[in-house]
């Protein structure tokens, strides 16, 4: 589980985020829903330090972090070394092919043999019925094969936790049924993971607790059936702003 107490994120203009007390469940699938600029993107690179918070704290598993303090760039590799990240789009290697995408982490930073990275990433390739795009350079690819691998690639390092922000929000909507397809297989089986998503009826079909945040403010934790069903006004709100 992950906790974090009191993250705070200013910048110089502006809070991103105020204040967040919250927990991120192993084995659960967490949404962070919020309007635009509200600080979503900003909560979840926190978590694996991409940014670093201005004041709180965070818990993960037995690691402690204070953020008034110095993190040493030791603690920082060991916390994103917990996390697998998915982003909007663009994230595989343009140079190499998928077979390689999936091997080059295996390789250089789990430091495995060629042969064994090879039978991992193919392994994998199988298990999501995409043997075929092995040997495909990414520009050869769909935006939806595009974000399956980059899904794949992530889970190919056994990350204790998986990160996606907005992994469709670039994608038609054929595709990106089929990339929420492999993120509510991944659910199903109890995959650690916080996603920000847009999409409603997949946050409401795949998340076991909803995060809503709005101006950096935290404004819902907790079950996802009762956020759906929240006669909170400012909840109301935002669910009627998301549809037409
Ligand atoms: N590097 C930055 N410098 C200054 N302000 C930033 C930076 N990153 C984000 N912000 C601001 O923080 C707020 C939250 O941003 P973000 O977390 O990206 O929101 P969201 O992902 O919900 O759209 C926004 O108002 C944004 O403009
Ligand atoms: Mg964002």
Redesign the pocket.
């Known amino acids: 589980m992950i906790t974090v107490n009191n993250l705070t994120?200013k910048?110089?203009?502006?809070v991103?985020?105020n204040d967040i007390t919250t927990t991120f469940p192993a084995h659960q699938t967490t949404a962070i829903l919020?309007?635009?600029?509200?600080?979503?993107?900003?909560?979840?690179?926190s978590l694996n330090l991409l940014?670093l918070p201005t004041s709180g704290e965070m818990i993960l598993d037995d690691l402690q972090l204070a953020f008034n303090q110095v993190i040493s760039n030791q603690t920082i590799l060991k916390v994103r070394q917990q996390f697998g990240m998915v982003f909007q789009e663009k994230a595989l290697f343009t140079h190499l092919d998928v077979l390689h995408n999936l091997t080059e982490g295996l390789i250089h930073v789990k430091k495995l043999t060629k042969a064994v990275a090879n039978q991992q990433a193919l392994k994998l390739l199988e298990q999501f019925e995409m043997t075929e795009l092995a040997n495909r350079f990414p520009y050869q690819l769909s935006g939806g094969q595009q974000q399956r691998i980059a899904i794949i690639r992530a889970l190919a390092m056994q990350p204790k936790y998986l990160l996606l922000?907005?992994p469709t929000s670039a994608l038609d909507p054929e595709l990106e049924a089929q990339v929420l397809r492999i993120l509510r297989s991944l659910a199903e089986q109890n995959t650690s993971m916080v996603i920000?998503t847009h999409n409603m009826a997949f946050a409401r079909q795949v998340a076991d607790r909803i995060l809503f945040?709005d101006h950096?403010n935290l404004g819902y934790q907790g079950d996802t059936e009762n956020f759906f069903t929240s006669d909170n006004p400012r909840i109301q709100q935002f669910l009627g702003a998301m549809t037409f």
Do not use: C, F, H, W
């Open positions: 994120k910048y110089p203009n502006q991103a985020l919020g309007p635009s600029g509200s600080g979503k993107s900003t909560l979840l690179r940014e922000d907005e920000v945040i950096g």
